[in-house]
């Protein structure tokens, strides 16, 4: 295989040899192979050339239909030949690094295209991979496990006998297991609280091989944006313990729908506790010979967790369409936490002295320091001047508590953003109003470089966009009578978009008891996995997919989409990460909800025409639209297609 899909003189700079490359791309190569010119793509292709020769960050905003993707597929790959190491290609979240990579996705049609294999490996997130011993419990657990002890005995026989591996590959993936609900899949799949540095099978382990797959790609890696920040994160922390850092050494990166990018980022830099895995982990210290005081403080401290997390669930309140619950900072929540740190630090103070007299497994040992390590750097956090965001989730397995510093600027600013790499934030949807600040001031980036392509498609004879004459906000009844009509007029063929799964949640039980609606087949996001519902949706034309994450990213041309139901308007849930982005500004429905709204109001309505032959209706069924007096109106009318008007919805 040429290292370069183009003749390379190594006496002349790199960039812009490859520049003139794409440009041959997009005005011969793909035209004679019947795709279209594009002036968009090639006025972006010439704007990444700059932001790779500079190695800076650029926020790319090119609409639907410019053929984004392959002008940052090609820069990514040719460059990552250059410089000897993988790009990363970080999408906003698993479904969408599935499209990319779909067999009739970019990068097949660059590799038939061109001469130029590009070899790019999904780096997935460990939740997306069966966890070993979880599904060892779950077997043992449910009284309906048949399909577990299914799943066992599908599994690779190197992972079911203890024989040495000659040979082996990844295998565990959430795709491959499609017909399991996302509750389900919870029960066997890996979560934050398991612990691999101790598992018995984690060079089995179908997460651990497919690190050792993508790490060897010459080209591009192709992750999620959660990943990609958990990379970040947890960098120093492995290098430290004698591990790889989940990515390799990478030369470049591109965020596809960077626009998200602070939520996983945020994501990525909670803490998350829970008293049973604080129980088991320090549990272990038992094990081994230790002294007596040592022992009574484990004693205290199991007894102190149990009482902190008592006075943690009292004081956690509900959120409406949101399942984090609110944790309000009593006095006495607080003395709870700091009497559980000083018993930690009586520990730390004690392992001291036993790491000298050696009685401990050493292994052990280090694991139960990190973790007490983890607990003191998040409880440390409600000392601060300024307190943390946090909030508890309640599931079957208890109450856990997710604790995050209020900013991800500093940290995203050190380790991403001065890496002297080029970085490219890629979306229909970056500026709000035609600035950049929004995303750009969320994220912390101050030096950069910005460019903006409309679409080339003709939306005012191509899609058409309603909205009820409400004098007030319409009740679910009222929405669902116009939601069927709306089904009705192009029978099936639809995506209707909810702010929270509580209304998907509703709307599903309403629909399976409308008679209305009985002859059309329905696809909800959570009962299967997320790619094969797009897959069945795009494949049986009738259908409906409802969906609450899939506002961003879903590429269904043709018919198949022909209806975008938008239930609510999508402004930010009310949940405690939300209501502190509030308290840091003067003015919050102006500086955080509209932009979050307008943004997501954007890239839904976006779903409708991913094509030049595409053709479609729209409904926005929250707020008073077509109230003269509405704010909110305005901002809406503002971001819809350019030539699109907002018609009323039954006229």
Not at 321 to 333: A, I
Not at 452 to 463: C, F, G, I, L, R
Request: one cysteine or more.
């Amino acid at each position: 295989m040429d290292r370069y899909p183009f003749e390379f003189d190594s006496s002349q700079p790199f960039i812009p040899q490859l520049g003139e490359w794409i440009a041959d791309v997009f005005y011969d190569i793909l035209p004679e192979a019947g795709f279209e010119v594009r002036d968009e793509q090639i006025y972006m292709a010439y704007q990444l050339e700059r932001a790779f020769a500079e190695k800076k960050t650029i926020f790319a905003e090119a609409g639907v239909g410019t053929g984004k993707t392959l002008v940052y597929l090609l820069y990514a790959a040719a460059y990552a030949r250059y410089m000897r190491k993988p790009a990363i290609i970080a999408c906003a979240d698993e479904s969408l690094i599935e499209q990319l990579v779909k067999p009739e996705g970019d990068i097949t049609k660059l590799i038939k295209h061109l001469n130029f294999a590009i070899d790019a490996r999904l780096g997935k997130s460990p939740d997306q991979y069966v966890c070993l011993v979880k599904l060892d419990e779950a077997r043992a657990r449910e009284m309906e496990g048949t399909h577990y002890d299914e799943i066992y005995e599908g599994l690779p026989k190197f992972v079911r006998t203890p024989e040495t591996m000659q040979s082996f590959h990844a295998y565990g993936d959430r795709k491959d297991y499609p017909d399991l609900n996302d509750e389900q899949w919870h029960k066997i799949s890996w979560d934050s609280f398991q612990d691999c540095f101790v598992c018995d099978r984690r060079h089995r382990c179908g997460q651990t091989l497919s690190r050792d797959h993508y790490r060897a790609s010459s080209d591009l890696i192709i992750c999620s944006h959660d990943y990609y920040m958990e990379h970040v994160w947890t960098y120093e922390g492995r290098k430290q313990e004698g591990q790889l850092p989940l990515l390799p050494d990478h030369c470049a990166v591109v965020f596809d729908e960077g626009h998200l990018l602070e939520t996983a980022a945020q994501k990525a830099l909670s803490y998350n506790l829970k008293h049973t895995v604080f129980e088991e982990i320090v549990l272990r210290l038992l094990q081994g010979e230790i002294r007596e005081s040592l022992a009574v403080l484990i004693d205290q401290a199991i007894e102190q967790s149990e009482i902190m997390f008592h006075v943690l669930e009292n004081s956690s309140s509900e959120v409406a369409g949101s399942d984090r619950m609110k944790v309000d900072l009593t006095s006495q929540l607080l003395r709870e936490i700091a009497k559980f740190r000083n018993l930690l630090d009586q520990i730390e103070e004690e392992l001291v002295f036993e790491g000298e007299l050696y009685t401990l497994n050493d292994y052990q040992f280090r694991i139960v320091e990190e973790h007490l390590e983890m607990i003191q750097k998040a409880l440390s956090l409600f000392q601060r001047e300024e307190a943390p965001i946090c909030w508890t989730t309640l599931h079957k397995e208890g109450l856990t508590l997710s604790i995050m510093p209020k900013t991800v600027k500093e940290v995203l600013r050190d380790r991403v953003f001065n890496l002297r790499i080029p970085i490219v934030f890629s979306s229909a949807t970056l500026s709000v109003d035609g600035s950049f600040h929004y995303v750009a001031d969320s994220l912390g980036i101050q030096d950069y470089l910005s460019f903006s392509a409309a679409s080339p498609y003709d939306y005012s004879n191509m899609m058409k966009i309603f909205a009820p004459a409400w004098r007030e906000e319409g009740s679910f009844a009222e929405k669902m009578k116009l939601a069927t009509q709306l089904l009705k007029q192009t029978e099936g063929r639809a995506l209707i978009l909810f702010r929270t799964m509580e209304d998907l949640r509703q709307f599903k039980q309403q629909s399976e008891v409308n008679g209305e609606l009985a002859e059309y087949q329905f696809y909800y996001e959570g009962d299967q996995e997320i790619s094969h519902l797009i897959a069945r949706f795009q494949s049986e034309e009738p259908s409906i997919l409802c969906a609450v994450s899939l506002w961003e990213g879903l590429d269904v041309p043709g018919p198949s989409l022909s209806n975008v139901v938008i239930w609510s308007l999508p402004f930010p849930p009310q949940d405690p990460v939300f209501m502190a982005k509030h308290q840091s500004v003067d003015n919050p429905f102006e500086e955080v909800d509209l932009p979050y709204m307008k943004l997501r109001l954007r890239q839904g309505l976006g779903r409708l025409i991913r094509t030049s032959s595409d053709q479609g209706i729209a409904a926005i069924l929250g707020g008073t639209l077509h109230q003269a007096d509405s704010e909110v109106a305005r901002h809406v009318i503002s971001v819809l297609p350019p030539g699109v008007q907002l018609s009323v919805l039954g006229e």
